[in-house]
């Protein structure tokens, strides 16, 4: 198997999205967080405020850097390990993908370089507006993105013609191709997700300085406008998510399949399985737990009307079921989570208790993991799902890979990419650590100032105010 | 003129503004190591702290715009130069990471390990574009599938490696004008100093590159045999390069800046007049070269993208005057540096 140049492109391809994939749904929802905290700073000119939008941006500054570079691989890796793919969707893709090059990385470049630097340099309504650009920047990309995405899960506005020795897709017309039948659910979808994982990042953060009784008055009011912002999110993703899954009903109905384990089409109305595991061999769903004709009235919104299942389809164009089921069943069990969790919090906030129960708030700090998993288990579904074609029902993935580069290249650079992505892995998590252990700049001093470890602290971030906001500086500075 | 020549020209302009933005900063990764203190470490990387991101989006966007307008020879290019394109990659991720984390530590090894990644992923980096530009030059073994025939070691051939570590000298030479320009006293007097290094070092290999160029490539100066004019950028090229240490003499780092940019930009030029109507040359007959004709895209599609460059072009030429003119003059450490 590891021999197959093809398979070794869609690791590599699974690898280094999956790891892009950790940094631009955080910078999107901590973008909103930062508007939504220095907003409120322009508003009361409160310093609590400018000094809770400040921590917010240092942390979406360190991580903002790791999106641009491991970003960079991604678009070339189109050309790279793709080669055919790129030759095929190039007329059709690449208008996307330099639409997102002009509209949104230099909007978002520029306007972060005055974001992160620009504190002393710029009037806060300046700042502010650049705040508003990083941020919008940052939607515009996943914009632009997603629909080269959509298109190829839904291709539209398009026609395919002769090309040299091969084929090729041409565009019909822009707007057909720019919201192609996936675009809008899809990129909704996408951006919710992005949301609930930045609010629940910042749940996560401020509940452990709530747990250890550091910057509470900080980590208070941070936790309040995240809480609302994650319930919000969540309870949006309900309707979202719903939505776009009757839209892979209707444009993709093997992928639905798929996702819910449907191997043979039922007699009248199909069942929706709570849980199961797929057997691909006995093509079959094990120990399922089903709700009788609840998926055909999600569907179609009555209980009766079939659903197609697996064996409608021809053998070679049915996607695997293992991977997508489980991942999308993960995903919206975790996203039911995320609603329980954010209106459980809104009703103790109610009730005066929120930040009483240690239990939730430990429960809160691990929570942002879960909303990770949500955000990557999503795009394995939609991606594992459209197997075996890399542009749906047009070109197959196997049809897609680079002719002239071998598989011993590729294994060369998965290695590569594993070694480097490790290691920056590693740089990120003690970044974000010591970044999140040093705090926001509040006035607040450690409570538990008799202890060794109080004074060192209290020592560090002396040094940290007199030289700089991000970072201790050197001994011999000092 | 027509759309395939447009997209070609634009490619030219991304490419230019690249070479000029992006090769300041990667001259200055280059020139890193021969800092003394490490105030001055971080003088170097805080020069270009607000804007090296803004300048690899030029990088970013001419790539994007290559796989629209002309999807043959992004694909054969990408897929061809697989190994060169992974060590760039890793080299661009190495830098972008040193610069954001070199200073988040006060222990000496972390700065030191940082340092040196700097240094070597910008240096590594010219290195590989020279060595692209040579390639291009020289043409590569592609056949009529439009694939890529030749491996790696293909690629490291003298003359490609040659335009490499000329690529490297005038980023360091463009890095160091861009250096003095940020800097102050006594670490400016000793930029001075590399600055003539660096252009003796560059002035030597430019005229190398320009004899065997026109010695063993013939084909390079095909176009100027059919246009003669095109020669006058080659007198104002010499003309730009002769300008600049005049300029450094009489202390005017910022017009010493400016030619040296119109020297990267007429050399930009020079390669595309050589390559034109091409965008890939192969070696193995110039029936199967990947031209701005039989490698682009549909007609709509290269209109679709022309409407969209001229509304996005205004705006990203804003930002990017909008950004340098806010962290203009010279370089301080503050809170929010590196």
């Known amino acids: ?478 | 003129m027509d759309l395939n020549l447009f997209w070609y020209l634009m490619i030219g302009v991304l490419l230019t503004g690249y070479a000029i933005l992006d090769g300041f900063d990667l001259g200055v990764g280059t020139l890193h190591l021969f800092t003394r203190t490490d105030e001055e470490r971080r003088l170097s990387m805080n020069s270009i702290g607000p804007v090296w991101d803004g300048n690899e989006v030029w990088l970013v966007t001419a790539g994007g715009a290559l796989f629209a307008a002309f999807p043959h020879a992004y694909a054969t290019a990408f897929s061809g130069f697989y190994l060169a394109f992974m060590l760039l990659l890793c080299a661009l991720i190495f830098r972008a990471v040193a610069l954001e984390f070199r200073s988040k530590r006060p222990s000496k090894g972390w700065r030191q390990s940082w340092d040196v990644a700097f240094f070597a992923s910008s240096t590594l980096s010219a290195l590989l574009f020279g060595v692209a530009v040579g390639n291009m030059i020289q043409g590569i073994p592609i056949g009529a599938d439009k694939e890529y025939a030749g491996g790696f070691w293909n690629l490291l051939t003298p003359y490609p490696l040659l335009v490499g570590v000329f690529n490297v000298s005038m980023f360091a030479m463009h890095g160091s004008i861009y250096l003095y320009l940020k800097t102050e006293g006594e670490l400016q007097e000793r930029v001075r100093q590399w600055f003539y290094k660096a252009f003796a070092i560059f002035v030597v290999l430019y005229v190398v590159v320009s004899c065997v160029t026109v010695w063993r490539l013939p084909s390079a100066t095909v176009n100027f045999r059919e246009f003669p004019w095109l020669t006058g950028v080659v007198v104002l090229n010499v003309l730009a390069v002769a300008n600049i240490p005049r300029a450094i003499y009489l202390g005017l780092p910022g017009r010493a800046l400016v030619t040296s940019s119109l020297t990267i930009a007429a050399l930009v030029l020079l390669f595309g007049v050589a390559l034109f109507p091409n965008l890939i040359v192969s070696s193995m007959g110039p029936e199967y070269n990947l031209t701005a004709y039989n490698a682009a895209s549909s007609q709509r599609t290269l209109w679709i993208m022309r409407n969209i460059a001229f509304i996005g072009l205004p705006f990203v030429l804003t930002y990017t005057v909008a950004i340098y003119w806010i962290f203009r003059g010279k370089v301080k450490l503050t809170p929010t540096s590196y």
């Open chain 1, 1 to 478: 198997m590891f021999a197959d140049a093809t398979m070794l492109a869609r690791i590599q391809f699974g690898l280094t999205i999956a790891f892009h994939y950790l940094f631009p749904p955080l910078t999107i929802g901590l973008g909103v967080v930062m508007v939504m905290t220095e907003g409120a700073y322009i508003v009361t000119r409160d310093k609590l405020w400018e000094i809770t939008a400040k921590y917010w941006t240092r942390l979406f500054a360190a991580t903002f850097a790791m999106g641009v570079a491991t970003g960079i691989v991604m678009e070339f890796q189109f050309g790279t390990n793709w080669s055919t793919y790129s030759r095929f969707v190039g007329d059709v893709f690449g208008s996307a993908l330099a639409a997102e090059g002009v509209f949104a990385f230099f909007l978002e470049s520029g306007f972060l370089a005055v974001l992160v630097f620009g504190w002393d340099r710029v009037s806060p309504a300046v700042h502010f507006l650049s705040t508003l650009m990083v941020s919008l920047g940052s939607m515009f990309s996943a914009v632009w993105i997603v629909v080269a995405n959509s298109w190829q899960q839904t291709p539209a506005g398009y026609h395919v013609v002769r090309d040299g020795n091969g084929w090729r897709a041409e565009i019909t017309d822009f707007w057909a191709m720019v919201f192609n039948p996936s675009s809008v659910p899809r990129l909704t979808h996408t951006l919710i997700g992005c949301f609930i994982l930045g609010a629940f990042f910042v749940m996560s953060i401020t509940a452990w300085y709530l747990l250890k009784k550091r910057h509470e008055e900080f980590a208070r009011r941070s936790f309040k406008v995240a809480l609302v912002f994650g319930a919000v999110a969540s309870l949006a993703q309900l309707f979202v998510g719903h939505d776009h899954a009757k839209q892979v009903a209707a444009t993709q109905p093997a992928k639905l399949a798929a996702y819910e384990g449907l191997y043979k089409t039922p007699e009248g109305g199909a069942p929706l399985s709570l849980i199961g595991w797929p057997n691909e061999k006995a093509q079959r769903l094990d120990y399922a737990v089903e709700i009788p004709g609840m998926l055909s009235f999600l569907v179609h919104g009555d209980t009766k009307t079939p659903v197609p299942g697996l064996d409608q389809f021809k053998p070679e164009d049915r996607p695997p079921v293992v991977v997508p089921f489980l991942a999308y069943h993960a995903m919206i069990a975790l996203g039911m989570g995320f609603i329980g969790l954010s209106l459980l919090g809104l009703f103790l906030w109610w009730r005066g208790t929120l930040f009483q129960h240690r239990w939730l708030l430990w429960v809160y700090v691990f929570a942002v993991l879960g909303a990770y998993a949500a955000n990557q288990l999503g795009w394995i579904a939609a991606e594992v799902g459209r197997q075996p074609w890399s542009v749906y029902g047009l070109l197959r993935t196997a049809d897609s890979v680079s002719k002239s580069v071998k598989a011993g290249e590729i294994l060369a650079s998965i290695i590569m990419f594993t070694i480097v992505y490790a290691l920056l892995f590693a740089v990120w998590i003690y970044v974000m650590n010591s970044k999140i252990q040093h705090g926001p700049d509040t006035d607040e001093t450690h409570p538990d100032k008799t202890s060794l470890d109080g004074l060192m602290e209290a020592a560090g971030s002396l040094g940290g105010h007199r030289h700089s906001m991000t970072e201790v500086s050197d001994g011999k500075d000092s």
